[in-house]
């Protein structure tokens, strides 16, 4: 049976609340750091896509077989049963770095609260782990609160204002050929409600990255998968405010995280996989329709149909045009068999690249909920300068120029 433990009893409020899904047992675990971001990526599982101005939940089928290669690619488990002996740790990892802009993208997308649709995907996870050996641990606090706590200024860009308030004007050098300075607000801030692109550590989500890495660091060796839409691929489209270049980045100066942490990037976006295989093919509808009843078998074979064509596409003209046919035989599309199929098909969950930290952590501060400058002097604020100067050597920001295939398989 599904438990719910609530570390925090002290506090009602929705961002400092710690929960366990699971039973807490003194075994030992493999453990496991899933940082995720909302919009475009996690909320999408949860409230579906946007059609026509209104939300749109996946089917079932569509989601029960991405959960599975979540298993099998994320969990490392390809078995029919579901994971054992496993400690999932889920956090934050979204623009939404306080409530109130939590708030306004809620409204603005359509969505619920940032830490309703993590514990919304906490139990999508409880589905693929057998929570009788296995927990997960949901830490929903804002990207605020883990620097400055629930007590300080509600809105981010006002603790970030503090922070320059406390750090000497000599020691804010200035942007190459800009008047603004290199401040925590110019750094990490945003201007309005939208933040600002490019060479800005804040939109590029340095600082939270930085942050759960640092809060990890210990003698032991730990895992963080980073899950955001925004993340390069090998195959598909580039987004144009692409994480691409933080990436490179840490791969190009890992001594900025932690020696003791790994980070997995993963790209995930189940809508641009789903509407490119299943709103592109009206032209199928009614060949499918004419030899298949069951709609849930329909919208599969639709599905694999576009993901033939493209594999084709990808190969080249001299592959064969294979169809479902060719990889189902005569079994019927079902939720036995459809996540195997897709499996080798989708595109929603690709994996970019892993990142192991070399930065020594002795004497090192971590982030401490408080606003402490100490982290913001020795980590935040030093490797946020070096990221600014890092894009200006890359075509002044424009970070489509830079070359994911540089990150190799590290």
């Not at 064509?309 to 064969?320: A, F, P, V």
Request: hydrophobic share 35%.
């Amino acid at each position: 049976m599904t438990q719910f433990i609530t570390e925090n009893k002290a506090t009602s409020k929705i961002n400092d609340t710690m929960m366990y899904i699971g039973r807490k047992r003194n075994r030992e675990k493999k453990e496991l750091h899933i940082a995720c971001d909302m919009d475009g990526c996690v909320a999408s599982l949860i409230h579906g896509i946007t059609q026509c101005s209104e939300r749109q939940p996946l089917p079932k089928w569509y989601h029960n077989a991405l959960m599975h290669v979540f298993k099998c690619t994320i969990l490392d488990d390809s078995s029919n049963d579901s994971c054992h002996d496993v400690r999932i740790v889920l956090k934050l990892f979204t623009l939404r770095k306080d409530l109130n802009t939590d708030k306004q993208l809620a409204k603005k997308n359509q969505t619920d609260l940032s830490p309703n649709m993590l514990l919304e995907f906490a139990k999508n996870l409880s589905t693929i782990t057998d929570l009788r050996s296995s927990e997960i641990l949901i830490d929903n606090r804002y990207h605020k609160n883990q620097l400055f706590g629930s007590m300080h200024q509600s809105d981010y860009n006002q603790c970030l204002q503090s922070i320059d308030a406390s750090i000497p004007q000599q020691a804010q050098s200035r942007f190459k050929h800009q008047s603004q300075p290199l401040t925590a607000i110019g750094l990490f801030g945003s201007i309005g409600s939208h933040f600002t692109p490019r060479n800005n550590c804040g939109y590029n989500k340095l600082d939270l990255l930085l942050t759960t890495a640092w809060g990890m660091a210990s003698r032991k060796a730990q895992e963080l998968v980073i899950l955001d839409d925004r993340l390069p691929c090998k195959t598909g489209r580039v987004a144009k405010d692409s994480l691409e270049s933080m990436v490179i980045f840490i791969a190009q100066y890992p001594d900025s995280i932690p020696n003791n942490v790994t980070i997995k990037f993963y790209r995930l976006e189940p809508r641009q996989d789903f509407m490119t295989t299943l709103d592109n093919s009206s032209n199928l509808t009614g060949e499918l329709n004419s030899t298949v009843v069951d709609e849930n078998e329909r919208n599969a074979r639709l599905w694999l149909t576009n993901a033939c064509t493209r594999e084709q596409e990808l190969k080249g003209s001299d592959s064969t045009n294979r169809k479902p046919e060719d990889f189902l035989d005569s079994e019927k599309v079902n939720g036995d068999d459809l996540p195997f199929w897709f499996a080798h098909y989708q595109q929603a969950l690709q994996h970019v690249t892993n990142i192991k930290g070399t930065g020594e952590i002795s004497g090192m501060p971590k982030p401490d909920g408080q606003g402490s400058l100490a982290f913001w002097q020795s980590q935040l604020m030093p490797v946020a300068k070096r990221y600014h100067y890092f894009i200006q050597e890359n075509d002044d920001g424009y970070t489509s120029d830079l070359d994911i295939a540089r990150l190799g398989n590290m």
